[in-house]
């Protein structure tokens, strides 16, 4: 993680209203202690939305919402740290497993709990960054589970199959 790049972006991308800053200093415990490279910590103590804050179809949530989450330590035990939620109410979450720490939904109609939150989790961009720099470009950005699934779908099978329309002569 760039913690300069996702800085940044963030700041660029938060609506009108949003205010990005210090969490409180129980957040910043709770943070510090989750197992997440230390740029993303200092990301999410120092440069992260304080309340909810619309970025793309995502709504980012602010620490004191996401350590009170739904199922959190389950979702951590399955190496997921949920940021937010798309428009359909699937949870936009990290994945700590990977380098980039990948980010994507976990489907809110399928998971109730528990520690399978990893078999209801679809990826969506390589990195938080990825997904903002989307964002900032004015590119579609997949919002839930499902969109993002398809979108990846689409985006394999168009890679591998070769296009050649007859070029026409006036």
């Not at 938060?14 to 415990?29: L, P, Q, T």
């Amino acid at each position: 993680m760039s913690l300069s790049v996702a800085q940044n972006l963030i700041s660029h991308l938060a609506e009108s209203g949003c205010e990005i800053g210090h969490a409180s200093k129980r957040d910043i415990a709770w943070v510090e202690k989750l197992s997440i490279p230390v740029d993303f910590k200092r990301l999410l103590q120092w440069h992260w939305p304080l309340g909810a804050c619309q970025i793309g179809p995502i709504t980012l949530g602010p620490i004191s919402d996401i350590s009170r989450f739904p199922w959190i330590d389950e979702i951590l035990e399955c190496g997921l740290l949920p940021l937010g939620f798309g428009p359909s109410g699937d949870w936009f979450v990290c994945d700590l497993t990977t380098t980039d720490c990948n980010v994507g939904f976990i489907n809110h109609e399928r998971y109730g709990g528990g520690n399978d939150a990893r078999i209801h989790y679809q990826a969506a961009y390589r990195s938080l960054e990825s997904y903002l720099h989307s964002v900032d470009l004015g590119r579609f950005v997949p919002g839930d589970f499902y969109d993002a699934r398809d979108y990846h779908r689409f985006l394999s099978e168009e890679s591998s199959k070769r296009f050649s329309p007859p070029i026409q002569d006036e």
